[in-house]
T-cell receptor, first 112, second 117 residues
Framework: GDSVTQMEGPVTLSEEAFLTINCTYT??????LFWYVQYPGEGLQLLLK?????DKGSNKGFEATYRKETTSFHLEKGSVQVSDSAVYFC???????????FGTGTSLTVIP | EPEVTQTPSHQVTQMGQEVILRCVPI?????FYWYRQILGQKVEFLVS????????KSEIFDDQFSVERPDGSNFTLKIRSTKLEDSAMYFC???????????????FGPGTRLTVL
């Protein structure tokens, strides 16, 4: 079945460090891929998305490229800030159907 | 900024009791969802709801679960007889249209943490 596997956390980085959170997926056809972020006490917020192979999603300095050949959608940011501390979820939606498949979430803590 | 709200933020109940988790989706949204996340595990889809009926549900969503839109604003998840393994964070979400088509308007609530003792 469809699924998403993402990097185990927690991840702790110093401010201005480079961030990579790995995400790979299993799905038939051409799913759409997403990264969601959850700040403490808040709901899941869409961070970025990509709907077809080789698309790059970007937002707030974060980027992820839809790689069909490696079934991956790794999240990157060149220089993290303390305010980026949150839990990050990778997810997919199939071409048909209406439900999201999420990963387990990766907790990121950025220290000054 | 429109938002999905959920109440309560934390619910503690005894095994075998019924619980109702409440959600207020965005007012002009048409599709509603429940997800759950058991501690340390993936966020799992439970059910989607459209036009006053269930449009899709997962294997988790058995006869112990039900959903309802009792009025024009609330969307509820009922668990009839809670089990220890129902302890989880439950997220409500809503979209204006189909999730695959309207991802820019996919909104999630902050979640209700259910603890079954």
């Amino acid at each position: 079945g469809d699924s998403v596997t993402q990097m185990e956390g927690p991840v702790t980085l110093s401010e201005e460090a480079f961030l990579t959170i790995n995400c790979t997926y299993t799905a038939t056809g051409y799913p759409s891929l997403f990264w969601y972020v959850q700040y403490p006490g808040e709901g899941l917020q869409l961070l970025l998305k990509a709907t077809k192979a080789d698309d790059k999603g970007s937002n707030k300095g974060f980027e992820a490229t839809y790689r069909k050949e490696t079934t991956s959608f790794h999240l990157e940011k060149g220089s993290v800030q303390v305010s980026d501390s949150a839990v990050y979820f990778c997810a997919l939606v199939r071409e048909t159907g209406n439900q999201f498949y999420f990963g387990t979430g990766t907790s990121l803590t950025v220290i000054p | 900024e429109p938002e999905v709200t959920q109440t309560p933020s934390h619910q503690v109940t005894q095994m075998g009791q019924e619980v109702i988790l409440r959600c207020v989706p965005i007012s002009n949204h048409l599709y509603f969802y429940w997800y759950r996340q058991i501690l340390g595990q993936k966020v799992e889809f439970l059910v989607s709801f459209y036009n006053n009926e269930i449009s899709e549900k997962s294997e988790i969503f058995d006869d112990q679960f039900s959903v309802e839109r009792p009025d024009g604003s609330n969307f509820t998840l009922k668990i009839r007889s809670t089990k220890l393994e129902d302890s989880a964070m439950y997220f409500c979400a809503s979209t204006q249209g189909l999730a695959i088509l309207s991802t820019d308007t996919q909104y999630f609530g902050p979640g209700t943490r259910l603890t079954v003792l």
